[in-house]
């Protein structure tokens, strides 16, 4: 994808928070249609896959299986979103949704694959220590726009967003802390209160859905620190194009 509009350079966690939210907020409609049109028919099947499997909803199979669904889930959406956010920031609208649900279903598998690995390798540095853990997703924190944008261009996603977010490590990690504080807090008490209270799996994939929707912020924070340390590929020269000035030059001989 092209970021053929001007980009302001990541310098203030502050105000990117700040940017961020405006563009959360401009863009909420976008961001909840994209969101929801996968999010709520993916975790109505998954309740019903567990019904029928007798699943408690309680249970550590089923908070496994909520966590998969938001890895699926969300490999398909995060490309759409972001796809959806550069047309804005062109200057004119989000494009229509078909079109930006067909980007990321282009990228899905790209996009799962990496999360997956993404997944394994904090996991793993997580079970050193917890500090080794956060900073292990930290340098991978740009993998999603790494997929969404540079696409098929790069293969090495996971290295590509370690160089990007080298030497900006703590101001991207004091940028994502207020996210991770809130996802603790949805997770350990809304999940935990659902889950022990409440027999509705319609409610509850009602209510991750609708945090689903919440959690587009941390895409779009995520989105604006690529773009602010983002360093523009120069593209080779086309070969016709590399001969005309010499063309030009013998005919002016």
């Given at each position: 994808l092209a970021v053929d509009f001007p980009t302001e350079p990541f310098h203030s966690v502050g105000g990117l928070l700040l940017r961020s939210a405006r563009v959360f907020l401009s863009n909420f409609g976008f961001l909840t249609a994209v969101t929801l049109v996968v999010?709520?028919?993916?975790?109505?099947?998954?309740?019903?896959?567990?019904?029928?499997?007798?699943?408690?909803i309680d249970g550590i199979l089923s908070s496994v299986l909520l966590d998969l669904s938001d890895l699926v889930l969300g490999a398909l959406v995060a490309p759409a979103a972001i796809?959806?956010?550069?047309?804005?920031?062109?200057?004119?609208?989000?494009?229509?949704?078909?079109?930006?649900?067909?980007?990321?279903?282009?990228?899905?598998?790209?996009?799962?694959?990496?999360?997956?690995?993404?997944?394994?390798?904090?996991?793993?540095?997580?079970?050193?220590?917890?500090?080794p853990g956060i900073l292990a997703m930290v340098r991978l924190a740009f993998t999603d726009p790494i997929v969404a944008i540079e696409a098929d261009r790069e293969r090495e996603v996971l290295g590509r967003s370690r160089a990007l977010t080298q030497g900006?490590?703590?101001?991207?990690?004091?940028?994502?802390?207020?996210?991770?504080?809130?996802?603790?807090?949805?997770?350990?008490?809304?999940?935990?209160?659902l889950q022990r209270y409440t027999n509705s799996r319609l409610l509850i994939a009602l209510v991750d859905s609708l945090c689903s929707v919440g959690g587009q912020w941390s895409t779009v924070i995520v989105l604006l620190m690529y773009l602010g340390l983002r360093a523009p590929k120069k593209e080779p020269l086309a070969p016709a194009e590399a001969r005309r000035p010499n063309k030009r030059r013998r005919r002016a001989a």
């Open positions: 999010f709520l028919p993916g975790k109505l099947l998954l309740q019903v896959a567990c019904s029928l499997g007798n699943v408690p796809y959806g956010l550069l047309g804005r920031f062109r200057g004119g609208s989000p494009p229509p949704l078909a079109e930006a649900l067909a980007w990321g279903r282009r990228q899905w598998a790209k996009s799962l694959w990496n999360r997956f690995k993404v997944e394994i390798t904090v996991m793993l540095w997580s079970a050193l220590l917890l500090v900006h490590r703590w101001r991207i990690f004091l940028a994502l802390l207020p996210l991770w504080a809130v996802e603790l807090v949805v997770t350990f008490v809304v999940f935990n209160a």
